[in-house]
């Protein structure tokens, strides 16, 4: 007999149990959203005639990548969960081997496809933020991946370098999946129209922001054109410290503890405008006097490049102070969710060497972060801030019991869930797309 710290037993049952109530919620959620039609409408089958259709392909992987999955192998969880693949009734689900034969088949076709579906919804994000400025903000954001493919970037290591915008609340509009060795400053302005196509027509970007990768004159021209208000983060050249050097000491005002704010109006060659730089000056040790003999004009750059903080921005009505805090907001709005992308929805991980697969691949990472942002909106108002980590553990990994009698499913859960689960499924038909 089997030596024990304490006196209970373990026996098994061939009770339908689940730890993943919460994810079958979700589930619900996902085919009222009409996920099914979506899928099997705009990306390919299985190319044998008895194979898996779209949505058995990308259902599944949605709800593992919600669950926590990293590894395609990690599908299995969800197969062996019999409980849950009764309540969404799902009767197949391809091995690991499949999903990824099907990713290195279907890559290109399958990232348009996928377009087209967030695009659908995206239509019903943006009536969430009808009353609010449309907001761009782009970024690259590095995947390190040993692949025998992957290309090596200026990060020393290996991977990809893939492009994402985010809109308002951090709403993924489109992805450019790159290879490692392309630089982030690489075709942002074909990015930037790229996003504007998949808005609804009549729809338009009030605002755009971006770090100094964006730093373009050809971006700053299309703004201009496209009456697009911008905050970019300037990159500090030597006109740029020059124009510093000639700020009047009253001309600075405080802007926090240790930060001061002037401005100057700037202009770039190919520019068709001049425009505003907001500068920030940090409070910081300065350089000794007496060493700036000794100090070559690169080191010295250095130097004031720790100092000084540029914003370039065409509007003209926010404050230097206004303007900072507002392009700060990028900072929420697509590093932190670039993170929540990445490390909650695990798409630091990429599972082929195939680069069509991978971005293929990426983009259900974008989707089924995406679909988390709208599943967030008919959530209990004290749930909709958490990121996907948190809602796992106070929603998703609910455990439940499921039992078939006569016709009926039912599905048992703790007496304190009750309540929150129905104000959910509640939510979720009223929500579902017709």
Known sequence: MTQTILNFKLQSTNEKLTPRTGAAILGEYLKGMKLEQLCND??????????????EFIYPLILMLHGGGRFLDDIREIRVDKALRTLLKIKKIPTANAFSKYLRKHGN???????????????????????????????????????????????????????????????V????????????????????KQCELQLP????????????????????????????????????????????????????KIFSKREKVAEFTHTMQNTENAFRMIVVKKDITPTLPTLEGYIGDEVMMQHQDEIYYCIATNDNDLTPAETIKLHRQ??????????????????????????EANAFYFYIGT????????????????????????IRYKLYNIAGKVISHARDTILKVNEEFIKLLQRIRQKAYDESLP
């Open 173 to 192: 509009i489109d992805v450019d999946f790159r290879e490692g060795n392309e630089a982030p400053a690489s075709k942002n302005l074909e990015f930037i």
């Open 330 to 355: 990028r900072g929420e709005t697509s590093e932190n969710k670039i993170k929540e992308l990445k490390n909650g929805f695990n798409m630091s991980y990429l599972p082929s060497s195939n680069f």
């Open 42 to 55: 705009n990306l390919p089958k299985a190319k044998r005639n008895n194979g898996y259709t779209a949505f």
């Open 109 to 171: 076709n399958g990232e348009d496809g996928m377009r087209k579906i967030n695009q659908r919804y995206l239509k019903q994000f943006l009536k969430s933020v009808e009353n609010e400025e449309l907001i761009l903000d782009i970024d690259a954001t590095f995947i390190e991946a040993h692949k025998s493919t992957a290309k090596w970037s200026y990060k020393d290591a290996s991977g990809y370098f893939p492009m994402v915008g985010h809109i308002n609340n951090g709403y």
């Open 367 to 390: 989707l089924a972060y995406n679909l988390f942002l709208l599943f967030k909106e008919i959530l209990d108002s004290n749930l909709q801030k958490h990121t996907v980590k948190t």
């Open 201 to 252: 027509l009549g729809v338009k970007f009030d605002r755009f922001r971006a770090d100094s990768a964006s730093y373009q004159a050809d971006i700053f021209n299309y703004c201009e054109e496209k009456e697009i208000l911008f905050t970019v983060t300037a990159k500090k050249n030597k006109n740029v410290f020059d124009s510093i050097k000639y700020i009047k000491d009253e001309e600075w």
